[in-house]
């Protein structure tokens, strides 16, 4: 449920996060070509219903789980733009000749404000790591020989350290170059529109990985079936041959696959929920349509979108999600996963320094969690 849940979070951050990069376009092209006093203002809502729109048509399109190559995609877009924050805020640094910023941050007109803003800047850390979210899901794919954890371990050492490497130099390069003017995303920034047509680049190829991400795709070992999958692959044999569903996606493609499995072992004899039927489109293939996937992706693309557009806050919505899922998901799941594994006894030291750091992480977490509520709350009502 937790997962699920931070997934599902995870669709409303990208709607967020695809229509704030657009209307960085096309401020940054207006600010190019009238100055940047110009009133270059555009409303976000209507990019997230364009967005919506996509997604429910890349949701609706049959075998889009198979797309391999939406996971290479996604990975050259993300070091594109990542490389390009990178270099755009160490090129700010050393243009400026002075490393803005400060230790304390950004002022605040409060104490009690400054402690807020602390609380929601750590959940929007915690949001940064993901890793947790689909780590699982990453190692039911994976093959044997050699086991999985050891396979497993590797990707994460080196996977962990490449995030950390990217994200520090984004970070602090970009606060050394705006300091407390930095914003929220540096590349959706006052600062970045020049040169413009990288600004555009960057962001356009945030676009193209949200939009693949938003419903994301592995391929997984048939061999690591459940008994619920087995029961699904058994209720479509005569409409779905396994060979196309022998996988297990990331981020939006899990809960629809959840729910297709859900409906059939509960409802085997329903006509909605396993019946296909053949839709006919001038200078297409057929395309075979099952009504419960066409209501329910629709109904969940149509609620992201709508709580995204209730809650356009961008640092407010990640550092909500990122206090959601940090200390269950991160932190105490495998530490109790842990402790049976290596029958690790009560009250021996490693238990003890386990459960203070378990404990410490729960403290952090709903520090970030009414912190960023009451953000979420603040810019709501202000």
Not at 47 to 57: A, K, N, R
Not at 227 to 255: D, H, N
Not at 298 to 308: D, F, K, W
Not at 311 to 318: A, G, R, S, T
Request: with cysteine; hydrophobic share 45%; glycine share 8%.
């Amino acid at each position: 449920s937790l997962q699920y849940l931070s997934l599902y979070g995870c669709g409303v951050a990208y709607t967020i996060t695809t229509a704030t990069s657009i209307r960085a376009i096309l401020k940054a092209n207006c600010y190019h070509a009238h100055g940047h006093d110009a009133p270059c203002s555009f409303d976000g809502s209507y990019y997230m219903l364009m967005f919506g729109g996509v997604q429910l048509l890349l949701s609706s399109i049959p075998d889009f789980h198979d797309m391999a190559w939406l996971s290479v995609v996604a990975a050259v877009m993300s070091f594109s733009y990542a490389f390009i924050g990178l270099g755009l805020g160490l090129a700010n640094t050393i243009s400026n000749g002075v490393i803005k910023g400060s230790i304390t941050g950004v002022p605040m007109k409060t104490p009690v404000a400054k402690v807020w803003r602390v609380s929601q800047a750590i959940g929007d850390i915690a949001f940064a790591y993901p890793y947790s979210l689909i780590l699982l899901e990453i190692q039911d794919t994976l093959k044997s020989p050699p086991a999985e954890n050891k396979t497993m371990k590797k990707a994460s050492i080196i996977s962990i350290l490449v995030t950390t490497f990217f994200y520090l130099c984004c970070g602090c390069f970009g606060y050394a170059a705006f300091g407390n003017d930095a914003p929220g995303n540096l590349l959706t920034g006052f600062g970045f529109y020049e040169p413009y047509w990288l600004i555009d680049f960057a962001n356009a190829c945030i676009i193209l990985h949200l939009l693949g991400g938003y419903q994301a795709r592995t391929t997984k070992n048939p061999e690591t079936e459940t008994s619920a999958e087995r029961f699904y692959y058994r209720m479509q044999s005569s409409e779905l041959t396994r060979s196309k569903t022998k996988c297990e996606q990331v981020y939006s493609q899990p809960i629809y696959q959840f729910a297709d499995r859900h409906f059939a072992e509960r409802y085997p004899g329903s006509g909605f929920v396993n019946d296909f039927h053949t839709v006919k489109v001038p200078l297409l293939p057929p395309y075979r349509v099952n009504l419960l996937r066409v209501c329910f992706r629709t109904a969940y693309v149509a609620s992201t979108t709508a709580v995204a557009i209730f809650f356009p806050y961008f640092n407010e919505i990640l550092a909500l999600l990122g206090a959601l899922n940090f200390w269950p998901l991160a932190i105490y799941f495998p530490v109790e996963m842990y402790f049976i594994q290596r029958k690790v006894p009560r009250w021996s030291t490693r238990w003890l320094l386990l459960q203070g750091f378990s404990t410490v992480c729960l403290l952090i977490s709903a520090f970030a969690l009414v912190g960023s509520i009451q953000g979420v709350i603040s810019q709501k009502l202000g």
